[in-house]
């Protein structure tokens, strides 16, 4: 299946010191770089990017940036502002969602849950759930549009019989929302 990407970068990174989008991996590459690498890697196009209002920070190429309309706004408010702008795109069935703060997903994740055939899929290891998350058009159109409940992301999976995709991923687990949390997440990825 053709799937779209869309990483969800539009906070304050409060707990990071500025947004995470640009924080930076060892590698020198920025989160949203690397989310950007894997979700292209994966198979998805067109990719986007929601970011905060007026952030100046570098877009990779081929992403496009998304400027959320006001700041502070929760996480299912960026949902629905990413997916409005991609709905607006043809040549796509799924949509996989990639928060900012998991920049250590592998490629091979974003294309198992892009061949996932279900309304909605999540990635799994070990047998505990992680990001990313695939969406259908049809349920990316229901949540844009707020047929789809709320308030989080875990209403509308649960509506839509999301479907688990397990994946030999630890980087689905490795939520790197501080810098300590990415060191460790870092140490655990190479230890095994």
Known sequence: MTAAGLILAGGEGRRWGGPKAWA????????????????????????AATLPPGAGGPVPAGVVA??????????????RHGLGWLLERVG????ILLPVDHPLV???????????????????????????????????????????????????????GAVDVAVDDPGIRANCNTPEALREALERLATG
């Open 24 to 47: 930076r991996l060892p590698d020198g590459r920025t989160f949203l770089e690397a989310c950007a690498r894997s979700l292209e890697e994966g198979g998805a196009a067109p990719v």
């Open 66 to 79: 998304v400027p959320l309309p006001a700041p502070g706004l929760d996480m299912m408010a960026s949902v």
């Open 92 to 95: 796509w069935e799924r949509v």
């Open 106 to 160: 592998a490629p091979s994740t974003v294309a198992a849950l892009a061949a996932a055939e279900a309304a909605a899929a999540i990635a799994t290891w070990n047998g505990r759930h992680g990001h990313p998350l695939a969406l259908s058009r049809e349920v990316a159109e229901r949540v844009a549009d707020g047929r789809s409940p709320g308030p989080t992301l875990r209403e509308v999976l649960r509506e839509a």
